[in-house]
């Protein structure tokens, strides 16, 4: 089981972020808010690098960003060594990210987006488990060689 979640967002994302977090503490789910902190207009890559090393540096923890469609915080998230971020938009996408990516970073989509399809997808994403089955621990493994190999240093 997770520690902590560390949670980001840019201005487009700023309002989910919000209510995501009165969704965390409704859980009892310890977080800490990395920004923003209002929907001034910012750059998606300095909230994403924030979260994604803090993820990178402490083992059990979990991230969630949130920019206006969610892709942004994928992209740069995923080039902090350690971290395997997704794309989170349905049931689905929100379960196999942790059942077989062992994904440490949910991305959400913040615009054109209903708050209670994030919030419940959001959830089904905390609440699953890595499978631990040999075949996906053996793809992540590729990744993580391959990181290991070509990235240069920890955050
Ligand atoms: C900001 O306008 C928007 O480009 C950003 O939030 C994000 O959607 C980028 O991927």
């Known amino acids: 089981m997770f520690m902590k979640i560390f949670i980001g967002a840019d201005h487009a994302g700023f309002k989910l972020k919000e209510d995501i977090i009165k969704y965390l503490k409704t859980l009892k789910i310890s977080f800490d808010d990395l920004g923003t902190s209002s929907d001034e207009r910012v750059d998606y890559p300095d909230f994403a690098f924030k979260v994604a090393g803090a993820v990178a540096k402490n ?89 290991e190999k070509f990235h240069a240093c920890l955050p």
């Open 59 to 147: 083992k059990n923890a979990r991230g969630i960003l949130i920019c206006g469609t969610g892709t942004g915080m994928v992209i740069a998230a995923n080039k902090v060594r350690g971290i395997r971020a997704a794309l989170i938009y349905d049931d689905y996408t929100a379960r196999m990210a942790r059942e077989h990516n062992d994904a440490n970073i949910a991305c959400l989509r913040g615009r054109k987006f209903p708050v209670k399809k994030a919030l419940k997808i959001l959830k089904v994403w905390l609440k699953t488990s890595f499978s631990r089955e040999l075949r996906h621990k053996q793809r992540l493994e590729k990744v993580s060689k391959y990181e």
